[in-house]
């Protein structure tokens, strides 16, 4: 490639040359940029001449740097990784930090539990306690996983927090557990079956949230590195540990004032730590807010906007519930519960893949709902982002109306028809009937901008975080129904 002087020159290179290839490290943007050129008219067969510019000499500093950078974190950051992948990160390796110093306590109450220092104490007695604790341990981990297991990518937040809670819940009950030494084993056996919901709550939240935070498929890389950040972390905490543990041997106060110094300290950096979250998929929680906010104003917020309106440990609606996904015969008990659903609903086969309705919950309170919505087999990510949109308008309008909360605006009806239905019988074709069919209007009108505000505030809609049911049905076409 040809070029003259003046082009040499502000690529750095002095004189004209027949080719000039300029290269750059994006992983180590300090090393700046290494130019390569040949004069071809005067030197074809020899080698390319080497200039680096833009960038300090090498040196053991910065060789350093770059290894460390190489070591722990991954290839291409911060462009491979999701924008709170360093802030999460920072708190992670902290709470990790806390974590480790309060589990060598508990490990080392559990070991004067199972009769070390202990004369009178046999080799058999300690390994039966051991086997009692790790079957317990399984048993639980598989009934849990079986439990809650299909929650866990849909609530990653939640679910971490919980797991860290529950964590320092079994290292408190490991650190008391010699005070009681006949219910040493019980005690032991408890905070196994804690200790296992961790693992498994642990262990799924963390694969999601590598799947998020990885932006180049770059997850196995992603999960390598924080790998080698807890491991960097811990050996830390081992070392601070041999310095701590022979000053506070044997002293019962140090000891618990340690432990819950540790303990409080990681509860705080998990709590930061998944607050700086930010996460683009609607999962029920924040779809619920959003569309709450986007019917009072018009407006969705963006995803760091939710990640500090997002509730870390408690959910949803008090007086509603909504489930997507439920078994058809156990949706609608009659024909007529199935035909009002249609027309409340302004079913069209091929344009709404699903059925709304409801059935009172009067174990709690009379006037309580439980929302629940079928599905078509054809039903696909977008027939299952309008339903819930649909339940959740339907429980907003309930729920003020449960809490005497006056408003304006375009709902004013809903509301009217929602106090209706608290004094009506179910599905007389008054209250009930009327609040569904002023709801399907306001899907009808109001979806596809909402779905568009959505994507407008930074939302990733190709993918959503829902819990659905696993039942799917086929119904024939819409029958005339008298209303």
């Not at 200039?51 to 911060?78: E, I, K, W």
């Not at 927090?161 to 557990?177: F, Y």
């Not at 084993?185 to 799947?211: E, P, Q």
């Not at 086969?349 to 439980?370: A, V």
Request: with cysteine; hydrophobic share 40%; charged share 20%.
């Amino acid at each position: 490639m040809a070029t003259d002087d003046s082009k040499d020159k502000k690529r750095g290179v002095d004189g004209p040359h027949d080719f000039v290839c300029l290269e750059k490290n994006l992983h180590h943007a300090s090393t700046g940029t290494v130019t390569y050129m040949k004069d071809l008219s005067r030197d074809e067969k020899g080698p390319l001449v080497e200039r680096r510019t833009g960038g300090a000499a090498l040196s053991v500093t910065r060789s350093a740097h770059d290894a460390f950078v190489d070591a722990f974190l991954p290839m291409g950051f911060p462009d491979s990784v999701s924008r709170d992948y360093l802030d999460y990160q920072l708190w992670d390796t902290a709470q990790a930090f806390c974590s480790y110093i309060s589990g060598t306590l508990a490990n080392q109450a559990l070991l004067k539990g199972v009769g070390v220092g202990d004369g009178t104490a046999t080799a058999m007695g300690a390994t039966i306690t051991y086997l009692m604790r790790d079957v317990t341990g399984m048993v639980g981990r598989i009934a849990f996983a079986w439990a809650r297991g299909g929650d866990m990518d849909n609530n990653a937040k939640q679910w971490r927090i919980v797991a860290d809670i529950l964590n320092d819940l079994a290292l408190t009950v490991d650190l008391v557990a010699p005070w009681f030494p006949e219910f040493f084993v019980l005690f032991v056996c408890f905070s196994s079956l804690t200790r296992a919901i961790v693992g498994v709550a642990g262990g799924a939240t963390r694969a999601a949230l590598t799947m998020h935070q990885a932006r180049a498929n770059n997850m196995g890389d992603v999960s390598a590195k924080d790998g080698s950040q807890e491991t960097l972390v811990n050996l830390a905490a081992v070392l601070v540990g041999m310095v701590l543990l022979p000053l506070i041997n044997e002293n019962v106060f140090y000891t618990w004032l340690l432990f819950v110094t540790a303990t409080i300290c990681h509860i705080f950096c998990n709590y930061r730590a998944v607050t700086c979250l930010i996460l683009e998929q609607f999962n029920y929680e924040r779809l619920r807010i959003a569309t709450c906010q986007y019917i009072e104003s018009g407006t969705v917020p963006s995803p760091a906007e939710m990640s500090v309106l997002e509730p870390i440990l408690w959910f949803g609606s008090r007086f509603v519930s909504l489930t997507v996904g439920d078994r058809f015969g156990e949706s609608f008990y009659s024909a007529t519960e199935f035909k009002l659903a249609q027309v409340a609903t302004k079913y069209a086969p091929g344009t709404k893949n699903y059925l709304l309705t409801y059935k009172p919950d009067n174990f709690f309170t009379p006037t309580s709902l439980n929302l629940m919505c079928v599905l078509h087999e054809h039903a696909e990510t977008d027939d299952i982002l309008r339903a819930h949109f649909h339940g959740l308008l339907v429980g907003h309008v309930f729920d003020n109306v449960k809490a005497e909360k006056e408003r304006t605006g375009d709902l004013d009806v809903l509301f009217k028809n929602a106090r209706e239905l608290l004094g009506s019988k179910p599905h007389s074709g008054h209250g009930w009937g009327r609040v569904m069919k002023s709801s399907a209007d306001y899907c009808e009108n109001n979806f596809k901008n909402f779905v568009a505000v959505s994507k407008a505030a930074g939302w990733n809609l190709d993918r959503v975080q829902l819990t659905v049911g696993q039942y799917r049905s086929q119904w024939s076409e819409l029958m005339e129904v008298v209303d």
